[in-house]
């Protein structure tokens, strides 16, 4: 019999940005040993943008894994399907088409690789090492530049039948509501709730409240940052702007809700410095579009996991999860 | 070493409705060896209800199960929850309250209960039985007098950690809609696409269509049933009621398909007796208000499951569930 010695496993996280890379070495409690990065933009292949990672990587994993075993690689990437290991037509990647780069990054470092969309590796991450520990069923929302999202059921993510379950962001809280810049929907979560959707929201309701402080502020500086600062200064306009985002991500959370009936719903990314200026409506208009059997039964709550890591150490969880 | 002969094996799938509870035992192809019924609201305690089931099954049993091996069984009721097998406040059953019902069904029976809502049990019996054999990730929807559903991810029907997931019917399809005449929800997808939901479009809009042939019904009549009459023969009023209700139903199930990603939507009950004047629209709203990674995949497909077995069939494939 030989039992495997946990403590001395070491997983390889990565997270694919458009602009950077980022990557750690990560143990069992989540630990990140070592964590560097690379720019994705620089490199016209795949090939060679791997050969880079190796180059950095390897170096640290021989240093870093000394008396250890480097069990696996975990990806976090836009359109990363888990099922192919492949990202496929991703808009914001150099790289186009359908690129197998699980394969390529197992034959490049000679160990096994898992690939999932970086919020559903964030999902995986807080399970594993964050708020979300020991629940079987929970729903990660990550509030960002767009909206992602990652599903746990029954202690698993769900993936879908093609690798491609999750994409919460693209909902329609609004039918025939606002125009999504880039995919074209119209009244979709992201629309509302993602940092770009909440300076829209600002720059319109600036424009109807002349006296509101958002006005001091050149069109450029109308972001999410902004509308918090002038909210903390008790500007009624920017209170309003952050009381309808709320508004609609909770509508669209107790649609949630009635689906997959989470313990708890995970909020994440630069969205939730807003913090209850969100998050109080938000939990209003949830509970209030609920079905009675499900109110007062979902927390609703912030991630735990340090920004600036979670991408890795979700990425890495990816290579614990059975 | 035993080998476990399945053909041999027997299950008692039972379906409690308001007013009456439907039972059958079956085999592991589906097969419904003998079935029967017997009144729900006769009965004013569960005790006196499974022991009025006990006394007409368990001869039963003795007969159709001889040389066979009776399982287990299976039920689906109103606010069944599959983790303490209790019906918790059902609205429309005869006892208030929490009941312990698997535990007295074993307690009589002399063998294992499992529970869950109807809905649910239908999407096990069309994983086990039906048009979903084989499929690992699907959504059933039910259409009837209300709207139920049962979702299928990974192999797994989803019961949320309460055990009450899978409430589609009640998501708001349009917020600040139409009001439920018994949750007092606004804008729910089951106060657009139940039988009841249809019945007051047709309402609403034969009186803005004078020249509807759904004017020449009295009140009592206009339902989908007349509905379909009338669309078969034409009338542009019933086909708009139907397109209508489609359009509602595909702009849900486009947000069903980017929470859960399944190989196929199975739609069943009562409402799909209108085909195409449906179906139609519902695709075409689906497809409409989905991401392009998710467009085109999706099978939009009818129950294969004969409705009136298909309850107990599903009730019995909570038996087989690993």
Redesign the interface.
């Known amino acids: 019999m030989s039992l495997v010695d946990l403590s001395k496993q070491v997983a390889l996280g990565i997270d694919i940005g458009g602009t950077n890379t980022k990557f750690g070495l990560v143990n069992h409690r989540g630990e990140i040993l070592v964590k560097g990065s690379i720019p994705t933009d620089e490199f016209d292949t795949p090939e060679a943008f791997i050969e880079a990672l190796y180059q950095k990587i390897q170096p640290l994993a021989d240093e870093y894994c000394e008396g250890k075993e480097f069990e696996g690689i975990g990806v976090g990437a836009p359109?990363a399907n888990y099922y192919t290991g492949t990202i496929?037509?991703a808009p914001n990647l150099p790289w186009k088409g359908v690129i197998q780069f699980a394969d390529l990054m197992t034959e490049k470092f000679g160990k096994p690789c898992k690939m999932t969309n970086d919020a559903n590796a964030a999902a995986l991450g807080e399970m594993m090492y964050g708020a979300a520990r020991g629940?079987?069923?929970f729903i990660m929302i990550t509030l960002g530049t767009g909206v992602g999202s990652g599903?746990i059921?029954?202690g698993?993510l769900?993936?879908?039948?093609?690798?491609?379950?999750?994409?919460?962001g693209?909902?329609?809280?609004?039918?025939g509501g606002r125009k999504h810049w880039s995919?074209g929907?119209e009244g979709s979560l992201e629309a509302y709730a993602s940092a770009t959707g909440i300076s829209i929201t600002a720059r319109k309701m600036r424009a109807e409240f002349p006296d509101s402080m958002l006005n001091q502020y050149p069109e450029e500086e109308i972001d999410s940052k902004t509308v918090f600062e002038c909210a903390k200064k008790g500007d009624p306009t920017a209170i309003e702007v952050f009381r309808y985002t709320g508004q609609k991500l909770g509508?669209a959370l107790?649609?949630?809700v009635?689906?997959?009936?989470?313990?708890a719903i995970l909020l994440f990314g630069g969205v939730i410095k807003a913090g209850d200026f969100i998050l109080k409506p938000a939990k209003l208009h949830m509970e209030r579009?609920l079905?009675?059997?499900?109110r007062n039964?979902v927390k609703l709550v912030f991630s735990e996991l340090d920004e600036a890591d979670a991408a890795i150490l979700g990425a890495s969880a990816l290579v614990w999860e059975k």
């Open positions: 359109n496929e037509q629940m079987k069923d599903i059921a029954g698993h769900i993936y879908g039948h093609d690798g491609f379950a999750g994409e919460l693209h909902t329609i809280v609004k039918p995919t929907s509508e107790a649609n949630f009635m689906f997959s009936s989470p313990e579009n079905l009675p059997i499900f039964k």
